[in-house]
């Protein structure tokens, strides 16, 4: 199983997009300052995922999500998130 993931930082407001194979893992290691690009942000929550039986799959998706189009989706997924977390837009 492959995931990609959303996690969020309410300390920089902002998001992050991933991708693994063990999410709970991922996670923790975002948490722990493992991740040179996340760790300015500790505590990340997690406030979304997709799982994905090819590995492929999971990375093109991360791709997209990434990407322009993909970012315009985000918004759409996480709107009543948004709501939710008090960030600002």
């Known amino acids: 199983m492959f995931y990609v993931y959303i996690i969020y930082s309410k300390k920089i407001n ?3 997009v991933g991708y693994s194979s063990n999410l709970k893992e991922r996670i ?5 300052g ?3 690009y996340t760790s300015k942000g500790i505590p990340w929550k997690l406030i979304y995922y997709e799982l994905f039986l ?9 791709k997209f999500l990434k990407s322009g189009k ?3 989706r985000l918004k759409f997924l996480l709107e009543d998130t ?4 008090g960030e600002v837009a």
Not at 28 to 32: A, E, G, I, L, V
Not at 54 to 62: H, P, T
Not at 82 to 85: D, G, M, Q
């Open 14 to 16: 902002k998001y992050y």
């Open 28 to 32: 923790r290691k975002h948490n722990c």
């Open 34 to 36: 493992s991740s040179k």
């Open 54 to 62: 090819s590995n492929i799959d999971a990375r093109k998706e991360e």
């Open 70 to 72: 993909g970012r315009e």
């Open 82 to 85: 948004k709501k939710n977390t």
